[in-house]
């Protein structure tokens, strides 16, 4: 079994009456992925906080690479580096100029050679000697993250580190994440993308509320919401009508000619299934295995808080 | 890879960012050392004739244009110092082990930095406008010492007030008292000529006795109850400012 890079126990925060984190437990090993998801206001950002040791907690253990965060602030901070939510880069400075700040503070030998290297890697030569201010939101991303990588830190935050940004820049995002990841660092990354997190992570836990409402891999978060079915389409409505004949257990839907009909997703039901409808002769133009994505585990995990807010809202009206 | 942190060498850090984010704000320098001029020409063209302080007013007014000089230059530094809070740069600088005086000692060294150049210009224009001090080379290291003294006293209290400020916006307004202040002091014109309040106001407020420093100094006749005054303003002023910004920096980390 790996080391934990990063373990965490009973964490709790509160601001006035207002609970941010309400006993929080994980443990994340070394050289692995933990994505932290919740939506807006779940506490992300005052876990990232806590751990990166902007902010104290009321009550808890947090230890970084083995260094507990309140006793041994400084060798935490020593082991870490932070991506917040807003690319923080200094936009009076180029993006050299940036890169070597960093080199400087972190005194790192030959800063030089290290800032060309990564110039290069995070492909901000061409604009190396602009100002950061003039920077595209993707290339700020960019310059942010490999401020961070200055130093080698053992373990990196993400705290929506795509956020806002298009398409291609999240997938260019993603490969260094990965290859951050392979050259043995740990990564902790928040996000609000679903696919990211199921792109990108070993591990999830779902905050919602100051709680951990669910932890696992995301095969197992999936799996822990029933529902994988088969979806067919037909032609008219008379297949529709026969088809549903046949297969009573499923639900149809007339406006968009389809049937789902539950299955485990399995060759065997499925081969069976389609029998049924041969030995009928009926044809269906489509079909598909629709398995729960994270979505939907998102919106079944995290339902009760959207529709609870508003109504104490209304009540306090 | 790396060594031991000083606090000195992040110092030295930091302000090397501070001075390259100055040189490329043509607005911060415009304030820090042309406006000053501008106000200096008009007082010494415009109502400078109309005055009579017994003496050529170029004479007179040279030392209250140079703390003037020095107060314009602190909008600058607050909204600096405000930016660099709310942005997100701060916190990168926050999770490394850097030291946490050198984020706002560098804005101090920056700050009194400006207000030389800025009394520079002020004293070579003065100069060039028929400005004739009697002050000795010795005269001159103590007008040094009380602009880099104030400087570093009012850099310390504008630290503290871009620290306390929400928005950016308002870390400028915040130090627009400070650079009210030397109108409402012996700067321009004798206090005893002033109204009624604003004649006690001028007469106790900081800046008179540190102007009357300067202004005695430069006519090579120092007063050691201004001087008293004037050093013991500057470092209360840059105590209160120090314990402020540290409380405040600490209370937004």
Known sequence: MRSSAIAVSGLRKAYGDKVVLDGIDFDVAAGSIFSLLGPNGAGKTTTVNVLTTLLKADAGTVSIAGHDVVSATRQVRAAIGVTGQFAAVDELLSGRENLQLMADLKRVRSGDQLVTRLLERF????????????????????????????????????????????????????????????????????????EEADQLADRIAVLNQGRLVAQGTPEELKRQI??????????????????????????????ELTLRVPSDGETRSLRALLDRLDTHTIDAQEFSVHRPDLDDVFLALTDHTSTEHPSKEAIAQ | ??????????????????????????????????????????????????????DAYIDYVTPGLLVMAISYGLGATATAVNSDMTKGVINRFKVMDVSRGAMLTGHVVITTVRSLVGCAAIIGVAFAMGFDPAASAVDWLGVLGVIVLLSFAAGWLTVAMGLAAKTAESAGMAAVPLIM?????????????????????????????????????????????????????CL??????????????????
């Open chain 1, 123 to 194: 492909d901000l030569v061409e604009s190396a000697d602009k100002l950061a201010a003039t920077y595209s939101g993707g290339m700020r991303r960019k310059l942010d993250l490999a401020m961070t990588l200055v130093g080698n830190p053992q373990i990196i935050f993400l705290d929506e580190p795509t956020t806002g940004l298009d398409p291609r820049s999240r997938r260019t995002m993603w490969g260094i994440v990965r290859e951050l990841v392979a050259e043995g660092t740990t990564i902790f990354l928040t996000t609000q993308y679903l």
């Open chain 2, 181 to 233: 202040l030397p109108f409402l002091s012996s700067a321009f014109v004798p206090a005893d000529t002033m109204g009624a309040g604003v004649r006690q106001f001028a007469e106790y407020q900081p800046f008179t006795p540190i102007i009357e420093t300067l202004r005695g100094l430069l006519a090579g006749t120092p007063s050691s109850g201004d001087a008293i005054a004037a050093v013991a303003w």
């Open chain 2, 1 to 54: 890879m790396s060594t031991v942190s000083t606090p000195l060498a992040d110092s030295s850090i930091m302000l090397r960012r501070n001075l390259k984010h100055n040189v490329r704000n043509p607005v911060t320098m415009f304030n820090a050392v042309l406006f000053p001029i501008v106000i200096m020409l008009m007082f010494v063209k415009v109502f400078g004739g109309a005055f009579s302080v017994g």
């Open chain 1, 226 to 255: 029933p529902g994988t079915h088969i979806r067919f389409r037909f032609a008219d409505v008379y297949e529709l009508d026969a088809a549903a004949r046949v297969l009573a257990e499923a639900t149809r839907d007339d406006e």
């Open chain 2, 236 to 253: 209360g002023l840059a105590l209160l400012g120090y314990v402020w910004s540290v409380s405040t920096f600490k209370k937004r980390a």
